[in-house]
Structures are given as structure tokens and as C-alpha cells.
Nanobody, 115 residues
Framework: QVQFVESGGGLVQPGGSLRLSCVAS????????MAWYRQAPGKQRERVAM???????SYVDFVQGRFTISRANEKNTVSLQMNSLKPEDTAVYYC?????????WGQGTQVTVSS
């Protein structure tokens, strides 16, 4: 059974930083591209960052230069370092494979950026 467990969210002031982590299980993690997605209230879920099995990364424009995705295959973990956070980054953040598997979403972790 595929499972994702996200953690690390919280309340942070604009300009602050957070580091999210996701532990995956139930499949061969090292062979899969992984991504972080987010869903803000009233909006559709969107991808923000992706990392291939080999470590190549890509980001959507609105997080480029602020977010960094990484992975530790020996720990089945993918992380997202988020710097210079903005109020518009407020959302529930999820990890999943890339492409995503809509049957396997975890509970996500809430990130709130507010003064």
C-alpha cells in the first residue's frame, strides 16, 4: 500500500522559512520521480517542485529561487526547503510521485504565512 506522510508545516511570518518532509512507503522510492504539490483554499491542487530519481529538479515560476526540493533515497524521504515565504504560499502541502497518483494522497501539512 502506497503511503505518504508529510510533516513540518506551521505558521510563519512573511519572509520566514520552513522545511517540509515526506516519508514514502509501499513502492520502490528510489526509482520514482517525486514532487511537492499544494492546495490553497478555493483553488485546485498544483505542483510546485519536482525531483527525478537521479536528482534533477524543476520548479514552477512562482517558487523558483525560493524553494529547494531534495531527496534521501536511503530514508525514502523527500524534503522541501521553503525560504522567503509569502502570504500567497499559504496552502496545504502534499508530496506524491510525479506524475501524481490521485489514489495515494496523504493528509498533507498546513503552511500558513501571515503576520
Amino acid at each position: 500500500q502506497v503511503q505518504f506522510v508529510e510533516s513540518g508545516g506551521g505558521l510563519v511570518q512573511p519572509g520566514g522559512s520552513l522545511r517540509l518532509s515526506c516519508v514514502a512507503s509501499g513502492y520502490n522510492f528510489a526509482d520514482a520521480a517525486m514532487a511537492w504539490y499544494r492546495q490553497a483554499p478555493g483553488k485546485q491542487r498544483e505542483r510546485v517542485a519536482m525531483i527525478t530519481w537521479g536528482g534533477s529538479t524543476s520548479y514552477v515560476d512562482f517558487v523558483q529561487g525560493r524553494f529547494t526540493i531534495s531527496r534521501a533515497n536511503e530514508k525514502n524521504t523527500v524534503s522541501l526547503q521553503m525560504n522567503s515565504l509569502k502570504p500567497e504560499d499559504t496552502a496545504v502541502y502534499y508530496c506524491n510521485t510525479y506524475p501524481k497518483n490521485d489514489d495515494d494522497w496523504g493528509q498533507g501539512t498546513q503552511v500558513t504565512v501571515s503576520s
